[in-house]
């Protein structure tokens, strides 16, 4: 694992090849447990009801949605109105070792992408606290990311998310603007049928 500093904000992190193959191949079996128990659902924009491209699902006692209504935490899933599955082990290890002072994370957004699907340009802050990071760890296809300021238009940079990359958006960074231009077609033969699953860790509510 090698850490490489990111642009000018203070505390993007990007940590290039965290999980080795065996431990991305491990860390996907858990998701496909997960999803299992929580399907994957797709997502709507808040007032036009325009579907994201991307397809969702979540673990921990807190899961991010998006529906007509907006988007916000709630503790069970949309369809199946059943309580989130646990966060795995190995991603609250993760977050102890690049979040050692926050208290521990409360959702895990499981983002599906297929090969057309991107990430328009956006803030994590549905979070009631700010304080802890959002920690991501990419699996499958890479894809290119871009982050920018604090500001929509602040000017942008992007570079490439491999498999079993992480990247931390902490401390000043924790509110830059971010998103997903596109995922490179068969760049990754984690995923059988190809695509590209992004994984992100939030604390939500203040440490109690
Ligand atoms: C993605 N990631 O990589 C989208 N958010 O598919 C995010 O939206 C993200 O990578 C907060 C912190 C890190 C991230
Ligand atoms: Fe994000």
């Known amino acids: 694992m090698q850490k490489i500093k990111i642009g000018g904000l203070a505390g993007l992190s990007y940590l290039s090849g965290y999980f080795d193959r065996d431990g991305q191949e491990a860390l996907l079996e858990q998701i496909?447990?997960?999803v299992s128990e929580?399907?994957?659902f797709q997502p709507v924009m808040p007032k036009t009801g325009k579907p994201f491209s991307v397809k969702m699902s979540n673990c921990g006692p807190l899961g991010?949605?998006?529906?007509?209504n907006g988007y916000r935490y709630q503790p069970t899933h949309p369809e199946t109105g059943k309580p989130w599955p646990e966060i795995p082990d190995t991603l609250l290890d993760l977050w102890c070792e690049?979040?050692?002072?926050?208290?521990?994370?409360?959702?895990?957004?499981?983002?599906?992408?297929e090969t057309?699907?991107?990430m328009g340009l956006h803030q994590d802050r549905d979070e009631q606290m700010f304080e802890a990071p959002v920690v991501?760890?990419?699996?499958?296809?890479?894809?290119t990311f871009r982050v920018g300021g604090l500001k929509r238009k602040d000017p942008t940079s992007s570079f490439r998310l491999l498999s079993g990359d992480v990247v931390v958006l902490g401390g000043e960074a924790r509110l830059?603007?971010?998103g997903i231009d596109r995922i490179l077609k068969d760049t990754s033969t984690l995923l059988k049928n190809g695509g590209r699953i992004n994984l992100t860790l939030r604390r939500v509510t203040p440490a109690d």
């Open 64 to 68: 991010w949605v998006s529906d007509i």
């Open 176 to 178: 830059a603007f971010h």
């Open 98 to 113: 690049v979040a050692p002072d926050a208290p521990k994370p409360e959702a895990c957004l499981i983002n599906f992408y």
């Open 116 to 118: 057309g699907a991107r």
């Open 136 to 143: 991501s760890v990419s699996l499958g296809d890479s894809a």
């Open 32 to 34: 496909r447990t997960i």
């Open 38 to 40: 929580a399907p994957l």
